[in-house]
C-alpha cells in the first residue's frame, strides 16, 4: 500500500539532506536559486540513468564515471549554463564543483555527483559558484530548496515523496525533478533525483531504476528532441532500518511499485509543465504482440507532431492516430485495430463508427486526453505521456537566445 | 548538359498525353481541378517507391501490385480522399477506378496505375468519378492540368523538364508533384511522378529511381510523420528514338543526373511550398565516416523541432545544431566539428568562435538558410532540406477537420 506524503520531497526519506542559493548563474539580479546539494548523512547505494546523446555534458560525463561506485554521498547541481559544448574546461570546472561541494561539506569530492542544466555552449561561471557555494545550508527540510534551485524554464518545482510499509518500518520514496521546457532556447535538460531511506544495494537499485525510467521518463515527449545533459540519479541509505531489499525479498515488488510511482509522477508532472502546452495527452497501447511494439507506437503517438496538433485543436482526428502507428513499423493488422478517446470508441476494425462527434470534440477539451489503441493481435501493453503543440512553443522557441 | 525547359511539365517529353477535370471530390463547388489521368502513347517501363507505412492506401497496394510489371500505360489520380482506412471498400474503388480510366480511354485498365491523396478514412466518392471521368481529355499538352488536378493544399503546382543530348538525341525528363502541406488537416501526401521518352528498361530505371528518390525525396521533411500514401512513379516510353541506356551506356550518368536534378528540384518546391513555412533550410554534413552517417545527421537536423522554430526566429542558436548531431547517434568527435550557416563559420572544432552576430542574424534572414556541418571524421557527404515551423503550422494543425 502507497501512501503519499503531504508536501513530500527529497528529504522527506530519512538521512538526507538538502539546500540551494543563489549565486547569479541564471538571470542577475533575480535572486532565483541556481545552486543546490543533496547528500545523504552517510554513504548511499547509488542509481543512475544518463543521456545517449553523443555530445554529453562534461557534467555527465563526470558523474557517469563516479556512478560506477557502489555509493556516493550526493550531488551538487546549477541551473543557468548545461556546461555543454565548452571543450576540455567543461570537464576541469565539473571536478572543481565537486571540490568546493566537497570542501563545503567536509566529505570526498569524489563522492559529490554534478548536474548542470541551462544554455549550450556558455563556460560555467566558475567565480560564482566560488564564491557563494559556502552560503549553501543542508538541511533535513531543505528538500523544496534544492528542487527550486534545478529549475530553468519550468513554471513550477516538481517533487513528491510516498512511504510504504517494510516488515513492519515505514519506507519512503522521495523525488524532484526539472523539466524540458525551453522558453528560453537551449534550456533543454530533465533531471531527475531519487531519494529513499530504504536499504537497497547497488544492483537492485539500478536494474528497479531502469525498469522504472523505461516505464516513466522514458515514455514522455514534448519535442521529440534530446538534452545533451539528461539525468536520473537515485540514492538510498537504508536509514529506515528495515532489512535489505533486492530481488528475492519479499518487498521487491512493492519497493518497485514505489519507485516507478514516483518517476511516472515526475515525468507527467514535466509534460504537464511542459513549455507552451495546454494539455496532455495519455497515450496507452494495448494487445500488441511485445512491450517492446506496443511502447514503439505509443511513443509514435505521442511525438507525432500531427497529433500534438490534433489535442490542440480538440479534434478527433483519428487518421492521424492510424499513420502514427502504421509509421511506427510495429507488427499490426488494420482490420482489428480498434481506438478510443476519453473511453468513446471512434474507430472499430480499422474503420471509423459513427460516433456523435460534439460527444468526443466536448472530451477532448480536457487538460488530460486519453488515447486508447487497442490492436488485438497480442497481449502486451504500454503508456506513453506528451503534450500538445502550441502557438506559444513556436513564439517562445523562435525567440533570440544569443 | 542538362537544359531547363521553359514551362516545362510531363507532356513535355515525346509521347506522353495527360489531362484533369472538376470531378467535385475536394470542395463541391470549387471548380477545382481534382480527377488527372497521365498516360504514354505506347507501353512504358515503370519504375516506382511507395510509402513504407504500415497502413497503407489500397491505392497504394493496387499500384504497388501493378508495378512489378516491366510496363503500363499510366496513371489515374485523385485528391480529396486518399481512399484509406476505409476497410475492403478502398481496394474495390482502386480497381474500379482503373477500370472506368481504361474504359474511357482505350486501354487494359491493368495497365492503370491509381493514387489517391486527400482526407484519410473517407471512401472515395466513386458515383462522382464515374459521372465526370468521361470529361478528362489526355492530349499532349495537358501536363499542367494533370498537375494542378493532383494537388491539396499545396498553394501552386510543382512541375517542370529538363532535356539533354544522347548521340544527338534530345532526351526530356518531366516531372510533376504534390506536396505534404495540410492546411486541412489530414490531407497529407506526396505523389509525384516522372516521365521520360528516354529508351530506359525497368531494372535500369528502378535502380536509377531509387538512387534518385534516396537524394531527394527521402531527404525532405516537414513535420516528421510518414504519409500512407506516398507515392513516386517513374514513366519510360523511349520515344526520343535514341539507343537504350543501361548500366554500361555512356549516357548512364546523364540519365541519372537529369533524374536526381527533376527530383530534387520537385522535392525542394514540396519543401518551399509546406503549409505554414516562412522559409527553407539546405542542410549539408560533409566529413562523415560514411553516406549513411552524413544523411542521418541531415535529417536529424533538418526534422528537429528546435532547429525549426531557431530557423523560424532567424536566430544562430548552434547550440541545437550539436544537440540534433549528438542525438543522431552517428560517429562524430566533438572537437573536430565545424559549423557554418550560409557560409559564415560559427563553431571551430566543437566551439562558438566570436563571430559577428549582426551579420549571423542578418544572413538567417533569407528565404532559404544553409547549415553547413563539418564533422571531419571522414569523407561523405550529405544534403538535406526542411522548413521552418511557424505559429501558422500549428493553428492550421490545430483546426476541426471532423
Known amino acids: ?143 523544496h530548496d534544492f528542487a527550486k534551485a534545478i529549475m530553468t524554464t519550468d513554471t513550477r518545482s516538481k517533487e513528491l515523496a510516498i512511504s510504504f510499509d517494510v516488515g513492519g518500518k515505514k519506507v519512503t520514496i522521495g523525488g524532484a525533478a526539472k523539466g524540458a521546457g525551453m522558453i528560453h532556447p537551449n534550456m533543454a535538460t530533465m533531471l531527475a533525483f531519487i531519494t529513499t531511506d530504504a536499504s537497497v544495494g547497488k544492483a537492485f537499485l539500478q536494474k528497479s531504476l531502469s525498469e522504472s525510467v523505461g516505464q516513466s521518463f522514458n515514455m514522455i515527449d514534448i519535442d521529440n528532441d534530446q538534452s545533451t545533459n539528461d539525468t536520473v540519479l537515485a540514492l538510498s541509505n537504508g536509514k529506515s532500518g528495515t532489512d535489505e531489499i533486492d530481488e528475492n525479498s519479499p518487498y521487491s515488488n512493492i519497493f518497485k511499485e514505489g519507485l516507478t510511482y514516483v518517476c511516472v509522477e515526475l515525468a507527467k508532472e514535466i509534460v504537464r509543465d511542459a513549455e507552451g502546452a495546454q494539455r496532455m ?27 500534438k496538433t490534433m489535442l490542440h485543436g480538440g479534434d478527433p482526428n483519428w487518421g492521424r492516430l492510424m499513420m502514427a502507428i502504421g509509421k511506427s513499423g510495429i507488427k499490426i493488422k488494420e482490420s482489428k485495430i480498434d481506438i478510443y478517446i476519453n473511453e468513446i470508441q471512434i474507430v472499430h476494425e480499422g474503420q471509423t463508427i459513427s460516433f456523435f462527434k460534439d460527444a468526443v470534440v466536448s472530451a477532448m477539451n480536457a487538460s488530460e486526453v486519453k488515447f486508447g489503441i487497442s490492436l488485438n493481435v497480442g497481449d502486451a501493453s504500454a503508456t506513453a505521456w506528451g503534450c500538445d503543440l502550441t502557438e506559444e512553443y513556436v513564439v517562445f522557441n523562435s525567440a533570440y537566445s544569443t
Open 281 to 307: 495527452m495519455e497515450v496507452t497501447v494495448d494487445g500488441a504482440v511485445s512491450v517492446e511494439d506496443a511502447a514503439k507506437a505509443a511513443r509514435e503517438i505521442s511525438t507525432s507532431m500531427l497529433v
Open 1 to 143: 500500500m502507497i501512501e503519499l506524503i503531504q508536501n513530500g520531497n527529497v528529504t522527506s526519506p530519512l538521512g538526507f539532506l538538502a539546500g540551494g542559493t543563489y549565486a547569479g548563474l541564471k538571470a542577475p539580479g533575480d535572486e532565483v536559486l541556481d545552486l543546490g546539494i543533496l547528500i545523504s548523512e552517510s554513504q548511499a547505494s547509488i542509481a543512475a540513468t544518463f543521456t545517449t546523446n553523443n555530445v554529453p555534458s562534461p557534467s555527465v560525463v563526470l558523474s557517469k564515471e563516479r556512478a560506477v561506485s557502489d555509493t556516493v554521498i550526493g550531488v551538487i547541481a546549477n541551473s543557468g549554463s548545461a556546461n555543454c559544448c565548452v571543450g576540455s574546461q567543461g570537464y576541469e570546472d565539473a571536478k572543481e564543483m565537486s571540490a568546493l561541494a566537497g570542501g563545503h561539506l567536509s566529505v570526498n569530492p569524489e563522492d559529490m555527483l554534478v548536474c548542470s542544466t541551462g544554455v549550450i555552449g556558455v563556460e560555467l561561471p566558475m567565480a560564482l559558484i566560488r564564491q557563494n557555494i559556502g552560503n549553501i545550508k543542508a538541511t533535513s527540510d531543505g528538500g
